[in-house]
């Protein structure tokens, strides 16, 4: 079956630091990526959307130009948390899909970001 | 590694009657099992989250089960609406996520 990979799995950065997080999908072409975030004992909450080619749609309250979304090919897009600080420390996973209608989701793992 | 099934991949109920989806996990050291919704085309919807702690959660029509012992959680949608369809998924959290591969419910007018 189709499979996302995130990358890193942990990771653990000093605030002020900037870190990128990539999803790739590896046997099919993901036209649509998601990113969400999820902080201890909450809900998964979604960040962005982002579609292929083009610029992100970032959820309200979600700070654009602090997690940098880049979405240049069919199989990557990363999510890059600039000057990181603690607060930002959360699980943030990415799910991709092929983007018509009924495509199903494919998630990833998801990766655990502590800022010290 | 961990392994989350869901039963049935697909259900199909006419409106109004109470229905249950499964998951199971096969390991449980885990931090909490988490429920959600999926429409077409769209993201993830977070449903009910229940802590390791914890033994079930209630939302409205919704509430969810979690047995650690036996690596099980139940989803209990009661009295279901045409809008309650959807691609309903558990995702077990230990250090990372494990998502089922989801329960499609189709509620029938």
């Known amino acids: 079956g189709a499979v996302v990979s995130q990358h890193p799995s942990r990771v653990i950065c000093k605030s002020g630091t900037s870190v990128k997080i990539e999803c790739r999908s590896l046997d099919f072409q993901a036209t649509t990526m998601f990113w969400y975030r999820q902080f201890p004992k909450q809900s998964l909450m979604l960040m962005a959307t982002?579609?292929?080619?083009?610029?992100?749609?970032?959820e309200q309250g979600v700070e654009k130009d602090k997690f940098l979304i880049n979405h240049a090919s069919l199989t990557l897009s990363t999510l890059t948390v600039t000057s990181a600080h603690p607060e930002d420390s959360s699980f943030y996973i990415c799910s991709a899909s092929r983007g018509r209608e009924n495509s199903p989701l494919h998630f990833g793992n998801g990766t655990r970001l502590t800022v010290t | 590694k961990q392994e989350v099934t869901q039963i049935p991949a697909a259900l199909s109920v006419p409106e109004g009657e109470n229905l249950v989806l499964n998951c199971s996990f096969t390991?449980?050291?885990?931090?909490?099992l988490q429920w959600f919704r999926q429409d077409p085309g769209k993201g993830l919807t977070s449903l009910l989250l229940i802590q390791s702690s914890q033994r079930e959660q209630t939302s409205g029509r919704l509430n969810a089960s979690l047995d650690k012992s036996s690596g099980r959680s139940t989803l209990y949608i009661a009295a279901s609406q045409p809008g309650d369809s959807a691609t309903y998924l558990c995702a077990a959290t230990g250090n990372q996520f494990y998502f089922g591969t989801g329960t499609s419910l189709t509620v029938i007018p």
């Open positions: 982002s579609n292929e080619g083009s610029k992100a749609t970032y």
């Open positions: 390991d449980s050291a885990i931090y909490n």
